[in-house]
């Protein structure tokens, strides 16, 4: 697998990777191509995921620029292709409390703000572009995968309905069972917004809405040389040179060391694994996830999950820390051992 710390670019025009998600996305929407010639323009984003394409949107629509995006393999090619497709209030892995203290309540709720309102954009994407993403009914389960984190979770509770005016409520486990069935499963918090959807077929209602508001998207077209004057930005791609006055990176951990001298040694590319297994029987189901809601736990390293609408069940977590050793299949194992730990009836089940 590609690794930036390593290789010099994501590649050129190269496929999605297998994935559930390719295999279900159905064709794909219309794009520009790979560049074919020099050309000028106003802004050039770099990277055709959920950043670069929703910028090019908002540059187009409240902005009058008309952007050109400029990605290395497909659209979505990266993690906007191929993640857990949770949509849900999330700002990074700094715990409520911890935040509150550090920054006090002021700025946490700020910052609880800007999270829903992110959510908001995404739903108001979907709703406004009418896009067919196959998104699902909000409800999002922090599950407590030991019996001692339930406190902790009740506590947590407590900070969103006091601090932050938010119905965020504790389920116990006896009632946890009609949605989060299986042996790791104490509890949960339940959020009231957040909700899953197909990502690949989301960044391609997006990429449709950015390119019918006047922006363009040219994929297999890496920039593997940038440069900088006066006159603006050069950015190299094999099909031609584009001059910008203002250079976008959405490039996320995909960014390799070379592609600016002020981004090298400043990302670190932290790696996630999904698992999807064969569709469930009735039976199966039960005994694990009878809800459709976002899960995740309350491990420092979760693991998170769902059913998808076809009763499989998509399972991710932490896994290979270098891109060389992504393929390795320890770490397809280590997350099929988790699944049925946590649903032993799906021992044995094909992923
Ligand atoms: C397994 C997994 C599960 C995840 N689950 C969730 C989840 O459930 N919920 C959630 O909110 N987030 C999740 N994430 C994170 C989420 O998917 C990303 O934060 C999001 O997709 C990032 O979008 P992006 O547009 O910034 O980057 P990306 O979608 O990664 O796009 C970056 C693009 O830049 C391109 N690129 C890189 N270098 C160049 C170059 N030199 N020239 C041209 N193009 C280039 C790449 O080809 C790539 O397509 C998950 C991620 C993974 C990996």
Same mark, same amino acid.
């Given at each position: 697998?590609?690794?930036?710390?390593?290789?010099?670019?994501?590649?050129?025009?190269?496929?999605?990777?297998?994935?559930?998600?390719?295999?279900?996305?159905?064709?794909?929407?219309?794009?520009?191509?790979?560049?074919?010639?020099?050309?000028?323009? +106003?802004?050039?984003?770099?990277?055709?995921?959920?950043?670069?394409? #929703?910028?090019?949107?908002?540059? /187009?629509?409240?902005?009058?620029?008309?952007?050109?995006?400029? +990605?290395?393999?497909?659209?979505?090619?990266?993690?906007?292709?191929?993640?857990?497709?949770?949509?849900?209030?999330?700002?990074?892995?700094?715990?409520?409390?911890?935040?509150?203290?550090?920054?006090?309540?002021?700025?946490?709720?700020?910052?609880?703000?800007?999270?829903?309102?992110?959510?908001?954009?995404?739903?108001?994407?979907?709703?406004?572009?009418?896009?067919?993403?196959?998104?699902?009914?909000?409800?999002?389960?922090?599950?407590? #995968?030991?019996?001692?984190?339930?406190?902790?979770?009740?506590?947590?509770?407590?900070?969103?309905?006091?601090?932050?005016?938010?119905?965020?409520?504790?389920?116990?486990?006896?009632?946890?069972?009609?949605?989060?069935?299986?042996?790791?499963?104490?509890?949960?918090?339940?959020?009231?917004?957040?909700?899953?959807?197909?990502?690949?077929?989301?960044?391609?209602?997006?990429?449709?809405?950015?390119?019918?508001?006047?922006?363009?998207?040219?994929?297999?077209?890496?920039?593997?040389?940038?440069?900088?004057?006066?006159?603006?930005?050069?950015?190299?791609?094999?099909?031609?040179?584009?001059?910008?006055?203002?250079?976008?990176?959405?490039?996320?951990?995909?960014?390799?060391?070379?592609?600016?001298? /002020?981004?090298?040694?400043?990302?670190?590319?932290?790696?996630?694994?999904?698992?999807?297994?064969?569709?469930?029987?009735?039976?199966?189901?039960?005994? #694990?996830?009878?809800?459709?809601?976002?899960?995740?736990?309350?491990?420092?390293?979760?693991?998170?999950?769902?059913?998808?609408?076809?009763?499989?069940?998509?399972?991710?977590?932490?896994?290979a820390v270098n891109g060389r050793d992504a393929e390795n299949p320890l770490h397809r194992e280590r997350l099929l051992a988790a699944l049925c730990?946590?649903?032993? /009836?799906?021992?044995?089940?094909?992923?």
């Amino acid at each position: 697998m590609y690794d930036p710390l390593v290789d010099a670019n994501p590649g050129r025009a190269q496929p999605h990777a297998p994935s559930y998600w390719a295999d279900t996305a159905g064709s794909p929407v219309a794009d520009d191509g790979p560049v074919r010639g020099n050309e000028d323009v +106003e802004v050039a984003i770099i990277g055709a995921g959920y950043t670069g394409l #929703s910028c090019a949107l908002h540059l /187009a629509r409240e902005h009058g620029v008309r952007a050109v995006v400029l +990605e290395a393999n497909q659209t979505a090619w990266g993690c906007s292709g191929r993640n857990g497709s949770f949509a849900r209030i999330s700002g990074g892995r700094v715990p409520l409390v911890a935040l509150i203290e550090r920054y006090g309540a002021d700025t946490a709720r700020q910052y609880f703000n800007e999270m829903r309102q992110a959510l908001d954009t995404t739903r108001g994407l979907i709703r406004d572009g009418n896009i067919d993403c196959d998104a699902q009914p909000d409800g999002v389960y922090k599950v407590a #995968s030991k019996a001692i984190h339930v406190e902790s979770l009740k506590r947590e509770m407590g900070l969103y309905n006091d601090l932050l005016d938010y119905p965020a409520r504790f389920v116990e486990a006896a009632d946890l069972q009609a949605v989060h069935a299986g042996a790791e499963s104490f509890g949960a918090l339940h959020m009231p917004d957040g909700f899953s959807m197909h990502p690949l077929k989301l960044a391609w209602g997006v990429q449709r809405m950015a390119r019918e508001a006047g922006a363009r998207v040219h994929t297999g077209s890496p920039v593997t040389a940038w440069t900088s004057s006066a006159q603006g930005h050069r950015l190299v791609t094999p099909g031609g040179v584009i001059t910008a006055r203002k250079v976008v990176v959405a490039t996320n951990g995909y960014t390799s060391r070379q592609l600016h001298p /002020a981004l090298t040694g400043r990302i670190l590319p932290v790696h996630s694994q999904i698992i999807v297994t064969r569709p469930m029987s009735a039976a199966e189901k039960q005994a #694990s996830l009878p809800g459709a809601d976002c899960m995740f736990d309350t491990r420092n390293l979760l693991f998170y999950y769902r059913r998808l609408p076809d009763d499989r069940i998509l399972f991710g977590g932490r896994s290979a820390v270098n891109g060389r050793d992504a393929e390795n299949p320890l770490h397809r194992e280590r997350l099929l051992a988790a699944l049925c730990r946590k649903f032993p /009836a799906l021992q044995g089940i094909d992923v």
